[in-house]
């Protein structure tokens, strides 16, 4: 089945390799880090409160795993629909060791992915508080539903702002440099996901009409760089600067996450910005464990799922309503 890709393996072999790496001693760590190690009992606490089963994710720091190093590529004339496409390819390191070629190439150092027993590294201990809190939130919602990527990115995202900002504000206050970081972060990715939307759809048509013969080549290498030269600008609009790396492995890579988050964010509003409602119909997603071997199949499965949740959107909707008197 193509869910269960290559990368996946790769990130399963390097969880277990890590396993072996982890300090002696927790109580040998600097202050610093202890209170980090503090901090997740805390947040997987506060999970527990919303309802979530109990992870075994970042119980443990290891000293001696940096990051996950892994680089996207595709045809620099493919756009592939998200990380469940078997078209954009996927390996562990840094891209400068291979020939790419004739490629778009997006390099991602990965400071945590979901995994059992995953540990702390060493890039994410020391990143910034709002960045590690919404992480641990993050990869724990992932031990929590099994579903393709495009679906399960953006309701990890939905799930890890949230909680991450109740959890802040409890602990922080709302007038804390973490929780208006976390709020502003929160507000710019819904932005930029209508942007990558739109530039997707248009990406997309002009590789279309490439691959159909309908333009040459040069054309659509030209049209390409204009429309990667205004979504740029859109970016650098919402986030004060535009990714380095912005291309077709990099688009296709952030659509995992983009392009159900706003449809997931509607919910979440529907119920009254209700998070363990909004959870209870994440629970509840059809297609839970379903495999597929296309991308229509893919397609398939992540279109019944938006149906479902446009549904209970609209029940939500509606049952909020005042009666007619």
């Not at 060791?97 to 059992?116: C, E, H, M, P, T």
């Not at 159900?260 to 909004?278: E, K």
Request: glycine share 4%; aromatic share 12%; with cysteine.
């Amino acid at each position: 089945m193509l869910k269960k890709t290559s990368i996946l393996l790769l990130m399963v072999l390097l969880i277990l390799v890590a396993g072996c790496n982890l300090s002696a001693s927790q109580t040998e760590l600097p202050v610093e880090l202890q209170q980090r190690m503090q901090l997740v009992e805390e947040i997987k606490a506060f999970e527990q409160d919303l309802g979530l089963k109990q992870t075994d994710n970042f119980t443990v720091y290891s000293d001696e795993l940096e990051s996950y190093d892994y680089f996207f590529y595709t045809p620099y004339t493919d756009l592939p629909y998200s990380l469940d496409d078997p078209s954009l390819l996927c390996s562990q390191g840094k891209p400068e060791n291979y020939d790419l070629k004739g490629y778009d190439v997006f390099y991602y150092s990965i400071q945590a992915i979901a995994g059992i027993k995953t540990p702390i590294t060493a890039s994410l201990m020391e990143a910034p508080l709002s960045r590690f809190i919404h992480v641990v939130f993050h990869e724990d919602w992932h031990e929590q539903i099994d579903m393709t990527k495009g679906i399960e990115e953006p309701s990890a995202e939905i799930f890890s702002y949230n909680a991450a900002l109740l959890f802040a504000e409890e602990k922080y206050g709302r007038d804390s440099v973490v929780y208006r970081t976390l709020e502003a972060e929160y507000s710019s990715k819904l932005r930029v996901s209508t942007v990558y939307q739109r530039y997707y759809d248009k990406l997309a048509d002009l590789y279309q009409r490439y691959h159909s013969a309908e333009i040459t080549e040069e054309e659509t290498i030209s049209g390409k760089a204009e429309l990667i030269e205004a979504m740029g600008g859109e970016l650098e609009e919402i986030w004060g600067g535009r990714p380095d790396q912005l291309n077709n492995a990099y688009i296709a890579f952030q659509m995992t996450y983009y392009r159900h988050f706003p449809l997931m964010q509607q919910l979440f509003v529907a119920t009254g910005y209700d998070l363990p409602q909004t959870l209870a119909v994440f629970h509840a997603m059809p297609d839970q464990d379903a495999g597929f071997t296309s991308v229509d199949e893919l397609k398939s499965i992540e279109t019944e799922v938006a149906d479902y949740l446009t549904e209970n959107i609209a029940s939500l909707e509606n049952s909020s309503l005042p009666l007619d008197v």
